[in-house]
DNA sequence: GTATGCTTTCGGC
DNA sequence: TTACGGCCGAAAGCATAC
């Protein structure tokens, strides 16, 4: 089953604070340029209503909610892990194998708990429910199924305080009418080209011929699209690991072309960085950056490394020269920029040993 | 041709 | 110079290798 709390960050704010309940409720990223400089992050049901929605400039979301007595909170993102911890614990608990995925959702393996019985699977989906509400005040939506693709479309179908339950004979219908976007792995680019194939729902997508899905989208492509129209999926619930990347972005005070101010911050972020990667004994290959524009456009570049390393030193001369070679290409004035580090090895114990037997056969 | 890896952009929350 | 976050993983495009 997948488990995915509902408007996770205002929902956490309401449990808070119990008395702007009933109100638009709007979590925000202030940027700190101005006022109202920044966007919103999350949004309460009630305020969705008036057509508030994450990714929104702040002052487009203030607009809407005028004369609406709306609570405007800026994130803090500590309160928010703190009480995620809270719930995957209660998750955890319930479930014979889990896997979390961001901070809000995870997936809950029960299958040798309750025996396959999808009866028994909703009996404890609710008990689950229950014990969310009771003991941390606190809504989810939940999505069963025989795997993790349609437990995940399952979640999706009813929003908040969903419980939906897809037994093995009823997966064909319920996907069947689902447009191909829904899948995971099918974005803008793909939804087209299956367009031009007459594919528009998943149901379709089933009924094509796989050879044909092979010859256009490549062999491993295909055969998930075709499994996954007939909703095979065979990928466990498993603990995930350390994260992927590790990233820091920030809004300069104003825009810039200036490289020492650029710079400036981005050994700011590199600092951050370090200290999260040394925290988790990482070592990274891969270091990229992210400059967003005055017009909002977006530019990254990113350099592969030799070796993975861990060195601050390196981080910073990395993200120079790629800010460097960025600003070459480009003329327009910088707003935001981002520093990110990826392709992580954890530091073991014999690379050590190798860096040792080096030093000392050199001595 | 297909697989794989690297780079850049997109999109959800 | 006055109207837009921060972070993550997925998607897509391309280069290279077999």
Do not use: W
Not at 132 to 160: F, M, R
Not at 267 to 285: G, P, S, W, Y
Not at 341 to 355: D, G, H, Y
């Amino acid at each position: 089953m997948l488990v995915d709390l509902d408007y996770f960050f205002a929902q956490a704010e309401e449990v808070r604070n119990p008395t702007i309940q009933g109100k638009p409720v709007v979590v925000c990223v202030y940027s700190g340029r101005s006022e109202d400089s920044g966007a919103v992050s999350t949004a309460n049901y009630i305020a969705r209503k008036y057509g508030v929605k994450s990714g929104m400039p702040i002052f487009q979301a203030k607009k809407k909610l005028e004369n609406a007595d709306a609570v405007f909170l800026p994130v803090d993102y500590t309160f928010y892990e703190k009480t995620s911890a809270k719930v995957m614990n209660i998750l955890r608990n319930h479930a014979d194998s889990f896997e979390q995925v961001g901070i809000d959702e995870a997936y809950l393996g029960v299958s040798q708990k309750t025996g396959g019985d999808f009866e028994k699977t909703k009996d404890l989906v609710q008990r689950i429910k229950d014990e969310l509400k009771t003991q941390l005040k606190l809504t989810c939506s939940a999505g069963v199924g025989p795997n993790k693709l349609i437990a995940k479309i399952a979640a999706d179908t009813q929003k908040p305080d969903g419980l939906t339950v897809i037994k093995p004979e009823q997966v064909e219908a319920f996907l069947a009418s689902l447009p191909v976007s829904r899948l995971i792995g099918v974005g803008a680019k793909t939804k087209e080209k299956m367009q031009a194939l007459g594919i528009n729902t998943v149901g379709e997508l089933a009924k094509y011929d796989v050879q044909k899905l092979i010859a256009v989208f490549g062999k491993a492509l295909g055969a998930y699209f075709h499994n996954a129209a007939l909703g095979l999926d065979d990928e466990p619930v498993q603990e995930r690991g350390e994260a992927e990347s590790i990233s820091r972005i920030s809004t300069l005070k104003q825009n810039t072309r200036d490289s020492s101010l650029i710079l400036e911050k981005a050994n700011q972020l590199c600092d951050e960085i370090h200290a999260t990667v040394m925290q988790q004994r990482l070592a990274f290959k891969t270091v990229g950056i992210i400059a967003i524009m005055a017009d909002l456009s977006m530019h990254t570049r990113s350099k592969t490394l030799e070796n993975a390393v861990n060195e601050l030193e390196i981080m910073k001369k990395t993200a120079k020269e790629l800010f460097e070679k960025l600003l070459i290409e480009t003329e327009l004035e910088v707003r935001r920029i981002g520093v990110k580090v990826s392709n992580f090895t954890k530091e073991q114990e014999s690379q050590k040993q190798l860096t040792s037997f080096f030093d000392s056969s050199h001595t």
